[in-house]
């Protein structure tokens, strides 16, 4: 249910440029209250507010192609679901990857982190839209537990089974993103490349943490922000080098035959 001030929000954002997909069109299914299933350490929007793997309908299917429809003619390569929190929370998320995608006419992509793949109805309705990519950036569950501090019952080999099965589902662009917060040991590495193998993604995107987290949520982070041009306080974090990135990458590509990307810092 929408609350009265939320006439003047908009649940569309930027464009924005996105190293993943080009110039990129937000759509934030969830809202004011940032609302995810995990809490991870270096999330850009700041602590999330309500940490939950309940799905519900966060805003009506059309107040947002209400808000798209004013950015028309969408000069975009992409329309992306992402914005406050995870878009697989979102009960109509079928409806808007298919109310876009008819609207628009331009590719829509969901940046998910994979949690809700176990529910068949979530995978059906990502199957509707044409890129999804799955966050990964655990090959353990420590690394879970610790970087990404998930909602309570959620269990990382749950959560490549699903990856897998949803990969058989999906016809579409599917990518492995995974953030790297430090240079990952000989045995973490060979654990996600046999997980890689066996999910076979069309991509894998390597991270690094790159946008500043705020102390506390703020709107704004949904899009580009960066350490030098935001009015709130935040916390910036030591990223691992390009040298990294570069050699995890080759080894990924040299032991699976996947293309792997990072962006340049
Ligand atoms: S999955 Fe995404 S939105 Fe959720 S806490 Fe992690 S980085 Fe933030």
Redesign the pocket.
């Known amino acids: 249910m929408l609350a009265q001030s939320d006439s003047q929000f908009s649940f569309v954002y930027g464009p924005v440029k996105s190293w993943r997909y080009g110039r990129s069109l937000g759509i934030d299914p969830i809202g004011r209250v ?1 609302t ?5 350490v ?4 700041g602590a ?1 507010e309500r940490v939950t793997s309940d799905r519900a309908i966060f805003v009506p299917t059309d107040r947002i192609l209400q808000d798209l429809q004013t950015y028309a003619p969408w000069d975009v390569d992409v329309i992306t679901l ?1 914005g ?3 878009p697989t929370l979102a009960l109509n998320l079928g409806d808007i990857i298919t109310g876009i995608g008819t609207l628009t006419g331009k590719p829509v992509a969901v ?1 998910t ?1 994979s949690t809700l793949l176990g529910d068949a109805s979530v995978r059906q309705a990502l199957a509707s839209a044409d890129k999804v990519s799955l ?1 990964l950036d655990a090959a353990s569950s420590d690394r879970l537990r610790r970087v ?1 501090r998930p909602a309570p019952g959620i269990a990382l080999d749950e959560i490549l089974a699903a990856a897998r099965q949803f990969r058989s589902d999906f016809s579409g662009e599917l990518a492995i993103q995974t953030m790297i917060l430090v240079p990952w040991d000989e045995g973490d590495r060979a654990e996600y490349i046999e997980q890689m193998r066996v999910i076979s993604p069309d991509e894998i995107q390597l991270n690094t943490p790159s946008r500043p987290k705020p102390l506390q949520h703020e709107l704004d982070a949904r899009g580009n922000h960066s350490a030098d041009d935001r009015p709130y306080e935040v916390r910036t974090f030591r990223q691992v080098s390009d040298r990294v990135l570069h050699e995890f990458s080759e080894e990924i590509r040299a032991a699976t035959g996947i293309p792997v990307r990072y962006p340049s810092h």
Not at 42 to 45: A, R, V
């Open positions: 940032s995810c299933s995990f809490d991870c270096y999330c850009q929007l999330i992402s406050s929190g995870e940046l982190n966050k990404n």
